[in-house]
Every structure is written in C-alpha cells, then in structure tokens.
C-alpha cells in the first residue's frame, strides 16, 4: 500500500471523525439551547409564583388588618351593649315604680269617683228631702232617661 493511499485513507477518516464530532456538537448546542429555555421557562414560573406568593402575604395581611378592626369593633359593641343593658334595667325599675304610682293614682281616682256619687247621692237626698215624693221621683225619672240617652 502506498502512502499516498494510506494517507488519503487517513484523511477520510478523519474527514468522516469530523462529520461526526460537528453532528455531535451540533446535537450538543441544541440540548444547551433546549436546558437553557428550560431554565428561561423555570425561571419565569418561579418569578410568577413570587409574584403571587406576595400577593398571598398582601391580602393575608389586609384580612388580618380587617380582622383586628371587626375584632375591636366587636368589642366596643358588646361595651356599648353592657352600658345600653344596665340603662334600660334603670329605665324597666324606673317604669315599674310609675307603673305602681298609676295603679295608685287609679285606686285613689275610683276612690274619687265613689266619693262624687255618693256626694251626689247625699246632695240628691238633701234636695229631694225637701220635695213632694211625687215631684221626686219625676225628677229621678229624667234624670234616668237623660243618663240612658248619653
């Protein structure tokens, strides 16, 4: 074999070496292009999920915020009710001592009324005394018919 062959062959299988190592690079550069969108896709899915655990923590904190006020509110409420409550246990004890004040004004008011009718009826014995019978009992007549009228 000559050298001349012997060199060609070398060249060709260096030649056909270099075909190989360029698909291999070629291959290589395509997965480094395919980890680094994979790492560009990574990246852009942690910055979301950031993004929106911050925001987690802003409305955590807003509905804490808003809890604390309902939670004081609350409290003043009941403190308002306490103070409501007593004031109208003072105003049912005050409403109980009028309620017996009225029954006691009612029992003197009926007291009144039997003391007028039997002023009348005193009154009506002294004037009708001193009439006929007959002139009395006409006069308690009309007096019956007018009463039974009103």
């Known amino acids: 074999m000559s050298y ?3 060199r060609r062959r ?11 190592l360029e698909e291999k690079a070629r291959r290589l550069q395509e997965l480094i292009k395919q980890e680094r969108d994979l ?16 925001r987690l923590i802003t409305e955590y ?12 509110t609350l409290r003043d409420v ?3 009710k ?13 409403l109980k001592g009028r309620e017996t004040e009225v029954a006691a004004i009612d029992k003197i008011d009926k007291q009144v ?11 009506w014995e002294y ?7 007959l002139a009395a009992k006409n006069l308690e007549k009309e007096i019956e018919e007018l009463e039974g009228e009103a």
Not at 82 to 88: A, I, Q, S
């Open 82 to 94: 306490d103070v409501v409550f007593k004031e109208l246990q003072q105003l049912h004890e005050k």
């Open 4 to 6: 001349v062959y012997l």
């Open 61 to 72: 904190k807003q509905l804490k915020n808003r809890r604390d006020d309902l939670i004081k």
């Open 113 to 123: 009324q039997r003391l007028e009718a039997a002023l009348q009826k005193a009154e």
């Open 127 to 133: 004037q009708t005394r001193s009439m006929s019978t």
């Open 78 to 80: 009941r403190a308002k």
């Open 10 to 20: 070398r060249c060709y299988q260096l030649l056909s070496g270099l075909d190989e």
């Open 39 to 54: 790492a560009s896709a990574e990246a852009n899915k942690r910055d979301e999920l950031n993004a929106a655990f911050k």
